[in-house]
């Protein structure tokens, strides 16, 4: 997988924070893969989006690493036949939202 700051210099790929927030473009692209998490402080707020979805993106790509308990897998299997049997139930977001402001 090839990292997002590399995707940045060769203009391939921008992520959609990344349009919604052009003025960060020119730091992003000249950000290390390297940086420190003690550098996360001084980012902005897109950066930091943009540093969260590296770190996702990482995780997305080994996630065959990642070992469940037979009890997970069951569980994945049921909701991924929900799914795909269009009996899962979901919710619009603003509708979820609403929900668990009233249950606070």
């Known amino acids: ?3 997002r700051s590399d995707r940045f210099r060769g203009a ?10 052009p003025e960060t473009l020119p730091r992003l692209a000249g950000m290390a ?3 420190k998490l003690s550098d996360f402080d001084d980012l902005s707020v897109a950066e930091k989006i943009l540093r969260l979805q590296d770190l996702w993106d990482g995780i997305v790509a080994e996630a065959d690493e990642v070992d469940l308990t037979e009890a997970q897998r069951a569980e994945l299997t049921r909701r991924l036949k929900a ?3 269009g009996v899962a139930k979901s919710s619009p ?3 979820a939202r609403q ?3 009233a249950s606070k």
């Open 93 to 95: 977001w603003a509708e």
């Open 12 to 21: 391939e790929h921008i992520p959609p924070l990344a349009l919604a927030f």
């Open 33 to 35: 893969e390297s940086s």
């Open 1 to 3: 997988m090839r990292a």
């Open 99 to 101: 929900r668990i402001r």
């Open 83 to 85: 799914y795909r049997d």
